[in-house]
């Protein structure tokens, strides 16, 4: 048994003031009697000449002794601890990441882990220091050191789902910037469905992983070929067992094709339509069937601007590009060999000069240098032979996150303040992207034969993501998303003020240049300039949060097992009251009977 407060102790200097009141002599009063026989007793009480009397045993003395005691008892807030040792301060980490919006046990993996928190804070001595992060993706610390439970919890109550994704390793360091800043014994606990190293950082990491049944649409886009439109929809199994169910697509909310699935476990599918003259702003692909996460059966794809991008590649032999450009929806490629081709009258919506510098630089469009010289957008240095490249973290879609090539000659960029670095060696930049002046600019400073990256996979990826960022035009780069993913919208200048309207209906005024925070929200957004309307979608991002197999999730311990070995001990204050009250309504039976 342990005490939160001893200071009640010092009240039990009003013991000895109770036993005075009951040896106290009582005052003198006439009696009227009917016989003298009982002038002996009154006589006794009348002799004593002395200011007390002689203690005797009284039924409620003892009990009000009994209740002054359970008083004092129940001030020193005992508790009964069990479970492990107390710690003064503990830092709570709540994982809300999209993956743990998956259901577990009629409750999101969230909820089990808030209410986890919340009995643990509750069965923790009074007094104890609570730290509160939660993890979207990035980890924010929502409360210091609060001693109040009431507050804690109300902290961890506000805590709502978000769908970003990252890796949630990331905040232990941030665990132990707070626990340095604490400066005594701290214990941690990160309620998460996910693997975490703690490494020295004491404490535990409660899994809040199960596995079940999970069917996910990873992706759906399309190509306009005449009038017809072809659309491409992924879905994947990735939960355990077979998958049985239907894929519905619909035109807004009309629908138009189902199809029937048939998945085993980890089985990803591509699904093919054509359209015939199709008319509408998105499509939206849904999983008929439900499962332990409902919020990846459900994705938004906007059409967008469906005219046709013209681009110019300037190469004298580069199949690679050709094909890699060709794969962009909605593009149509044309190429040169010669830069002495080009006119002041071209209007391409993007120019590729592979291995050549143009006499003069396009007035209009956007522009990918590959080994380039230096230039009027940047400056490129010497630089170096036989390097690796690898992504800089953040600046490329996770499917590049971890894009690695050999390079057997490269130049180093300096990268323009308006751009930023996406490909690097040993920390040099080799490969940049950025807006100025309206135009789209990206350069990579090396030649594609002095390198494997047109071998490996990821080539193609990286080529459509950069034509999709330098050919797209409106207020968006582009106009569908995964949850996690930078959104930033533009208007004609920095002054100009958009309106974002929200899944939910809400409606935020932001500037031109702003990011657009949607870690909340999954589903359509509208973005208004004016008189000019944009949609743009948000999906689920699946790839990183939707997996429940056991591979990957793992059947944890049940829910109360995990209760019993968070709990770190009862307090008992309650009980001792009530155990007060039911010996002053026992003092109050006897008072009435004459004891």
Wanted: net charge negative; proline share 2%.
């Amino acid at each position: 048994m342990g005490f939160t407060s001893l200071w009640p102790l010092f009240l039990l200097i009003t013991v000895p003031l109770l036993i005075m009141l009951y040896i106290l002599k009582r005052k003198y009063k006439e009696e009227v009697i009917s016989s003298s026989l009982l002038w002996k007793e009154v006589y006794k009480n009348t002799r004593a000449t002395t200011p007390w009397e002689k203690f005797r045993k009284n039924i409620m003395f003892l009990l009000q002794l009994l209740i002054l005691l359970l008083i004092i008892f129940a001030l020193m807030k005992p508790f009964l601890k069990f479970g492990g040792e107390s710690y003064k301060n503990v830092i709570i980490v709540l994982d809300n990441t999209a993956s743990m919006s998956t259901i577990y046990n009629e409750k999101t993996r969230l909820e089990n882990g808030k209410d986890l928190a919340k009995e643990f804070l509750n069965s923790a001595k009074d007094g104890t220091n609570a730290y509160i992060v939660n993890f979207d993706g990035s980890g924010n610390l929502l409360l210091s050191g609060e001693p109040s439970k009431d507050i804690s919890t109300e902290t961890i109550n506000k805590i709502t789902q978000s769908y970003g994704s990252g890796d949630i390793n990331d905040v232990v360091s941030l665990v132990k910037a707070v626990g340095e800043g604490i400066g005594e014994e701290y214990e941690t606990l990160i309620f998460t469905d996910k693997d975490v190293s703690l490494g020295d950082v004491n404490g535990k990491v409660v899994s809040l992983g199960n596995i079940g049944s999970n069917g996910s649409v990873d992706n759906i886009s399309h190509k306009v070929i005449g009038e017809n439109m072809k659309i491409i929809a992924t879905v994947s199994n990735r939960g355990t067992g077979s998958y049985e169910g239907d894929f519905s697509l619909y035109n807004g909310d009309d629908l138009i094709k189902v199809e029937t699935l048939s998945l085993a476990e980890g089985e990803k599918k591509t699904l093919s339509f054509e359209l015939e003259q199709f008319k509408g702003e998105y499509l939206k692909g849904e999983l008929s069937r439900k499962d332990i996460n409902l919020e990846d059966n459900l994705y938004y794809h906007v059409i967008g601007n469906t005219k046709i991008k013209k681009v110019l590649i300037v190469t004298t032999e580069n199949v690679f590009l050709e094909k890699a450009f060709g794969s962009i929806q909605n593009t149509e490629v044309f190429k040169t060999n010669d830069v002495s081709n080009l006119s002041a009258g071209d209007n391409y919506d993007l120019y590729v000069f592979d291995n050549v510098k143009p006499e003069v630089m396009p007035s209009k469009g956007s522009i990918l240098f590959i080994n380039p010289t230096s230039n009027n957008f940047f400056k490129v240095l010497e630089g170096g032979e036989i390097g690796e490249a690898t992504a800089v973290q953040g600046e490329l879609s996770n499917y590049l996150e971890s894009i690695k090539f050999t390079l057997s000659k490269y130049g180093k960029l300096e990268v323009p303040y308006w751009g930023r670095g996406f490909l690097s060696v040993d920390e040099s930049a080799i490969g940049f992207k950025g807006e100025f002046e309206g135009r789209q600019i990206a350069a990579l400073t090396f030649d594609l034969h002095n390198s494997d990256l047109a071998l490996k996979k990821e080539f193609p990826i990286l080529i459509y993501e950069l034509g999709e960022d330098l050919i797209s035009s409106g207020m968006l780069y582009k106009s569908n998303f995964k949850c996690g993913e930078k959104v930033v919208a533009k208007g004609r200048s920095l002054d100009e003020e958009l309106k974002v309207t929200y899944p939910n209906g809400e409606v935020l005024a932001i500037k031109s240049g702003d990011e657009i925070k949607e870690e909340k929200n999954l589903g359509l957004y509208k973005l208004n300039l004016g008189e000019e309307k944009e949609l743009f979608s948000v999906n689920f991002p699946s790839e990183k949060e939707s997996n429940t197999n056991s591979e990957v999730a793992g059947e944890t311990e049940s829910l109360s097992k995990v209760k019993g070995d968070l709990k770190r001990g009862i307090n008992i204050e309650p009980f001792i009251i009530l155990l007060a009250m039911l010996i002053v309504g026992y003092e109050w039976v006897m008072y009435k009977r004459g004891n």
